[in-house]
C-alpha cells in the first residue's frame, strides 16, 4: 500500500496558474506521458494516493476544479459544461498533446463533457464510475442522491473499505475550508438536475478516443450497469471491473486502477 | 404596540411518529380529514384573534407535521374575505424558493385587492431544509432572493405600461398584474433577521424587521436595524418597524399558564426534529459561514439565558421565559416578563404573539387569546408610549 501524506504536507507541491480569470490550483508530478486527472467529488486531495501511483508512469496534471480545494469559483461559473471549457482552454494554455484523460465520479463527468466538445488533444481516456447520465427516471433512483443522505451514511456508501469519520472538531482550518468549499462546489454543479446533464447521452457518439469505463463490483452511488450507457454511446469504448472496490475507486483500489490505466495506454499506443 | 396571532397550524396528531417531523416524514401519517378539521379550528382562531382586536400572522412550510400551512397566500385568501379589520401579515413567502415571481406578485395583488388593502407581506429566506422540496439550488441564495424580490417590487409598484423582464434565473415577455394591489405603492413589506447585519438591508429598504424566538440577540437585530436605518434616512425608526416573535400563555392562575405553556412547548420538541443533513445543506451557507460553524460547535447558536449560558437542549418553562422565547403566567406576570423584555431589547412595536402553538387545544386557545386581548393587550400601550427617543439618541 502506498503511504497517504497529510493533508499539510500534500498541499506543499501545489501549484497555481491564472487562467480565463480563475486562478486554479494545480499538481504536476512524475515524469511521462501526458495524463490529466479529473478528482471525484472529495477533492483533488481524495486521489492523492492513485495521483501518487499515476505519477510513476505519467506527467499527471492534477488541478482542482474551479470552486473546489483551493482554486477561485467565479460568479459565472455554474455547470459542468463551464468546466469543461475551462478545461480544454487548460489543455491549450499548457499546450499538452496525446493526453491521457482520467477522470473518477464526478471528474468522469467532466471529462465526458470536455470530449464531446473537442477530443484532439486526447490519445485516450480512463472514466472511473463517471456521472453525467440520466441519475433518475420518474420515481426510480438510479444514482444513490447523497445529498439526501447524512455525512455518515454517505461516506460508507461511497467506499468499499471503511472511510475514516473524523470529528470536524479535529480538522485544521485549512481541512474544513477545503471540505466545505468541496461541498459547496458539488452542490452548485450537480444539485439539479442530480449530477447529470440530460442532453450528454445523445453527445457521447462525439467521443472518438480510445475510452476505457471502469467500476468498482462493490459501487453502491452508481451501480455497475449505469456504466453500460456510457460503453453503448462511447462508440470506442470497453468496460472492466475492480472486485472489492466501491465508489471511490481511487480509495479502494489505487493500485489497481494505476495498473488498468497504464495497461490501457500502453495497448492504445501499441 | 400591535399584537399579531400566530400558529404554525400543526399536525400534531403526527407528533407521535418517531422521528423527523420535516422533509421525510411520509404523508400517510396525515388522515386527511383530521387534517382539515385541524385547519378549520385554526382559521375559526384567526377569526376570533380578528374579533378580539389581533392582527394575523401566517406563515408556511412544506412536507412538515409541524405547519400545515404550505402557502401563506391560500390561507390568507380564506382569511382576507373572513375578517373585518386584521392587518393580514405572511410572514413569510420564501421567495428564493418560488420558480415564477410574477405568480407571487399575482396572489399579493389578489389578496390585498380582496382583503381591501389589509395585507402585509414578509418576503423571507426561509429555513435552509426547504430547498430539499422545492429544489431550487441552495447555491447563490442570497443573490436569487434579492433578484425575485427585484421583480416581486417591479411588477406591484408597476403604474405604467407592461413591461417585459430578463435576469439571471427569471424570463418574462410581459408582467401584467391583475387586479393590482389596493395599497399603494405596494403593501408593507417586512423581512426577517437574526443579526445587526442581516438587518441592515431591511432598515435601507425602510422594510419593517422581524426576529423570531431570539431572546437576547433581537437587542443587537433592533440595534443594527436603528443604526443602519439612521444612516440612510437620516432619522430613527418608529417602533412600528420593529417586531419580535414570542409564545405567550397567560392564564388567571398561574398554574393554569404553565400546563397550557407546557402543551405549547411541543412546538419547540417537534420543530427541531429534523435529520442532520437537511439542516444546512452545502451551498446554502457561504462555505467561510460552513468553517465557522463547524468550529463554534452546536451550542453556539442556541439562545441564550440571561445569564449568558446557552438555553439547554430540554429547558424548562421557567428557562424559555429566562431566555425571551416564552411569556407565562397571570396577566400581570406576563406584561412584567414582555415589558423586561421590551426594555432589555430597546423597544419594539409588533409583538408576533403565538397564540395557539404545538399540542395547545382549541379551547386552551380561546381562552388564551380572549384573557391576553382583556388584560394584556391594552397595558402594552404603556409600553409604546414611553418610545425609545432616549436610549437610542446616540444614533440620532
Known amino acids: ?270 | 404596540m400591535k399584537v399579531w396571532q400566530f400558529s404554525e397550524q400543526a399536525y400534531h396528531p403526527a407528533f407521535e411518529v418517531p422521528g423527523a417531523m420535516r422533509v421525510n416524514l411520509p404523508s400517510h401519517h396525515c388522515d386527511p380529514v383530521e387534517a382539515g378539521a385541524l385547519i378549520n379550528r385554526y382559521l375559526d382562531e384567526y377569526m376570533l384573534a380578528d374579533q378580539l382586536g389581533y392582527n394575523i400572522m401566517i406563515n408556511e412550510h412544506h412536507a412538515a407535521a409541524t405547519c400545515m400551512s404550505t402557502s401563506c397566500m391560500t390561507t390568507l385568501a380564506i382569511l382576507a374575505r373572513q375578517t373585518q379589520n386584521a392587518r393580514l401579515l405572511a410572514l413569510g413567502i420564501p421567495i428564493a424558493n418560488r420558480s415564477n415571481p410574477v405568480r407571487v406578485a399575482e396572489e399579493i395583488a389578489m389578496v390585498d385587492a380582496i382583503s381591501g388593502g389589509r395585507l402585509e407581506v414578509g418576503l423571507v429566506k426561509g429555513a435552509a431544509y426547504e430547498v430539499f422540496m422545492s429544489n431550487r439550488l441552495p447555491n447563490r441564495f442570497v443573490d436569487r432572493f434579492w433578484e425575485t424580490h427585484d421583480l416581486i417590487l417591479a411588477a406591484l409598484t408597476n403604474r405604467g405600461d407592461n413591461f417585459s423582464w430578463d435576469s439571471e434565473n427569471f424570463h418574462y415577455r410581459v408582467v401584467s398584474l391583475w387586479p393590482r394591489p389596493i395599497q399603494d405603492p405596494h403593501p408593507p413589506i417586512w423581512m426577517t433577521a437574526s443579526s445587526a447585519n442581516s438587518a441592515a438591508p431591511h432598515a435601507k429598504l425602510d422594510y419593517n424587521c422581524a426576529t423570531f424566538l431570539s431572546g437576547a440577540v433581537a437587542r443587537s437585530v433592533f440595534d443594527g436595524y436603528r443604526k443602519s436605518y439612521s444612516e440612510a434616512h437620516g432619522r430613527l425608526p418608529s417602533d412600528d418597524k420593529l417586531a419580535y416573535l414570542a409564545i405567550v400563555s397567560v392564564a388567571d392562575d398561574r398554574k393554569k399558564a404553565f400546563e397550557r405553556a407546557e402543551e405549547m412547548k411541543s412546538y419547540f420538541t417537534t420543530a427541531a426534529r429534523l435529520d442532520p443533513q437537511f439542516r444546512n445543506p452545502a451551498g446554502f451557507n457561504p462555505w467561510q459561514v460552513n468553517v465557522k460553524m463547524a468550529q463554534a460547535g452546536p451550542f453556539a447558536i442556541r439562545p441564550r439565558l440571561r445569564d449568558g449560558s446557552p438555553l439547554p437542549s430540554d429547558p424548562t418553562i421557567e428557562q424559555y421565559i429566562d431566555a425571551g422565547l416564552m411569556f407565562v403566567g397571570t396577566p400581570d406576570d406576563v406584561f412584567k416578563q414582555i415589558a423586561q423584555f421590551y426594555s432589555d431589547v430597546g423597544g419594539f412595536g409588533n409583538l408576533l404573539m403565538m397564540g395557539q402553538a404545538g399540542t395547545l387545544s382549541h379551547e386552551d386557545t380561546v381562552e388564551n387569546l380572549t384573557l391576553f386581548s382583556k388584560e394584556v393587550m391594552p397595558r402594552l400601550k404603556e409600553l409604546s408610549a414611553e418610545g425609545p427617543e432616549v436610549r437610542y439618541e446616540a444614533f440620532a
Not at chain 1, 499527471?60 to 483551493?70: D, L, T
Request: with cysteine; charged share 25%.
Open chain 1, 1 to 270: 500500500m502506498s503511504k497517504v501524506p497529510s493533508l499539510e504536507d500534500y498541499l506543499k507541491d501545489a501549484k497555481t496558474l491564472e487562467l480565463d480569470g480563475v486562478s486554479l490550483e494545480y499538481f504536476v508530478k512524475g515524469e511521462g506521458p501526458a495524463l490529466l486527472y479529473l478528482h471525484g467529488m472529495d477533492g483533488v486531495e481524495g486521489s492523492a494516493a492513485l495521483i501518487d501511483i499515476l505519477a510513476q508512469k505519467f506527467t499527471v496534471y492534477a488541478p482542482s476544479h474551479p470552486g473546489f480545494g483551493a482554486s477561485d469559483l467565479p460568479r459565472h461559473f455554474s455547470t459542468v459544461d463551464d468546466l469543461s471549457y475551462f478545461y480544454l482552454d487548460l489543455m491549450e494554455h499548457l499546450d499538452l498533446n496525446d493526453v491521457t484523460l482520467v477522470g473518477f465520479s464526478f471528474g468522469g463527468w467532466v471529462a465526458a463533457e470536455i470530449l464531446v466538445k473537442d477530443g484532439s488533444r486526447f490519445s485516450n481516456a480512463v472514466l472511473g464510475a463517471p456521472l453525467g447520465l440520466r441519475t433518475a427516471n420518474r420515481r426510480e433512483q438510479i444514482v444513490t442522491d447523497i445529498f439526501m443522505l447524512d455525512r455518515k451514511d454517505a461516506e460508507e456508501r461511497m467506499q468499499f473499505k471503511s472511510p475514516a469519520l473524523t470529528d470536524v472538531s479535529e480538522l485544521s482550518e485549512e481541512e474544513l475550508g477545503r471540505k466545505a468549499r468541496n461541498a459547496e462546489a458539488l452542490t452548485l454543479y450537480g444539485w439539479s438536475p442530480y449530477l447529470y446533464n440530460p442532453k450528454l447521452e445523445q453527445r457521447l457518439h462525439r467521443i472518438k478516443v480510445s475510452t476505457l469505463v471502469l467500476w468498482g463490483e462493490e459501487d453502491r452511488i452508481a451501480p455497475t450497469t449505469y456504466g453500460d450507457g456510457f460503453v453503448t454511446g462511447i462508440k470506442n469504448a470497453s468496460f472492466e471491473t475492480i472486485p472489492s472496490c466501491g465508489h471511490r475507486i481511487y480509495t479502494d483500489s489505487p493500485e489497481a486502477a494505476a495498473d488498468r490505466i497504464t495497461k490501457f495506454k500502453n495497448a492504445a499506443a501499441s
